[in-house]
C-alpha cells in the first residue's frame, strides 16, 4: 500500500533517526533546506532533491536552515507474506554485518 504526505519542519527542528521495518519511503524536498542522514551518511539537500530511503535504514532530518521545509512524502509497505517473522529478524542481521 502507497502512502503519501506533506511534512513541515520549522527552523532548528530535528527529525529524530528512527527505522521502519518492510516500509520504504521517498522524500522530495518542495521548499527550504537541511541535513539528511540516512544509515551512517549524512547529505545536505535542498528545494528539488530527491532522497530514497530503504526499509529498515535509520534515518532523519534537521532544519538547519532559517525557513520551514516541506517535505512531500511517498510511503510503501513491502509485503512480504512468504517470510516469516523470525526470517525476516535474519535477513536484518546478516545485513547489519555487512
Not at 522524500?27 to 542522514?37: A, L, R
Not at 551512517?40 to 532533491?49: F, H, W, Y
Request: hydrophobic share 30%; net charge neutral; glycine share 8%.
Amino acid at each position: 500500500m502507497w502512502k503519501c504526505w506533506l511534512t513541515t519542519v520549522p527552523p532548528g527542528v530535528e527529525l529524530k533517526p528512527h527505522v521502519h521495518e518492510n516500509h520504504e519511503q521517498i522524500y522530495y524536498i518542495v521548499k527550504g533546506s537541511g541535513t539528511i542522514s540516512v544509515g551512517e551518511e549524512k547529505a545536505k539537500v535542498k528545494e528539488g532533491d530527491c532522497i530514497y530511503l530503504p526499509t529498515d535504514t535509520p534515518h532523519g532530518f534537521t532544519n538547519d536552515g532559517k525557513e520551514e521545509v516541506e517535505i512531500f512524502c511517498v510511503g510503501a509497505n513491502i509485503f512480504r507474506p512468504y517470510m516469516s517473522k523470525s526470517v525476516r529478524e535474519k535477513l536484518k542481521k546478516a545485513e547489519q554485518t555487512k
